[in-house]
Nanobody, 119 residues
Framework: QVQLVESGGGLVQPGGSLRLSCVAS????????MRWYRQYPGKERELVAG????????TYADSVKGRFTISRDNAKNTVYLQMNSLKPEDTAVYCC????????????WGQGTQVTVSS
């Protein structure tokens, strides 16, 4: 059974940090690029960061460059999103996805974790 389970969200003050984790199971993680998205209420998902199968290539949305870092540990079937210097506008539900290298139509999604940045 394919699963992506996110954790690490919560309430943090502006300027604070959080590290999100996404644990994958039921498929060979090293065959998939991994991505973090976020979704604001009533809006479409926004791509935050992506990482290639073995971590050699990373991409970021302009709004998070220099503040967020995506990484992965294939041995642990886990992808991370380190979020520093958080801003209130980072408040959203964050979810991870896995995209197969061999077929971009094969995409798995997690349920998401809420991040709230507020004083």
């Amino acid at each position: 059974q394919v699963q992506l389970v996110e954790s690490g969200g919560g309430l943090v003050q502006p300027g604070g940090s959080l590290r999100l984790s996404c644990v994958a199971s039921g498929f060979t993680v090293s065959n998939y690029a991994m991505r973090w998205y976020r979704q604001y209420p009533g809006k479409e998902r926004e791509l935050v960061a992506g990482i290639s199968s073995f971590g050699g290539v990373t991409t970021y949305a302009d709004s998070v460059k220099g503040r967020f870092t995506i990484s992965r540990d294939n041995a642990k079937n886990t992808v991370y999103l380190q979020m520093n210097s958080l801003k209130p506008e980072d408040t959203a539900v964050y979810c991870c996805s896995a995209v197969a290298n061999y077929d971009a139509r094969r995409v798995y999604w997690g349920q998401g974790t809420q991040v709230t940045v507020s004083s």
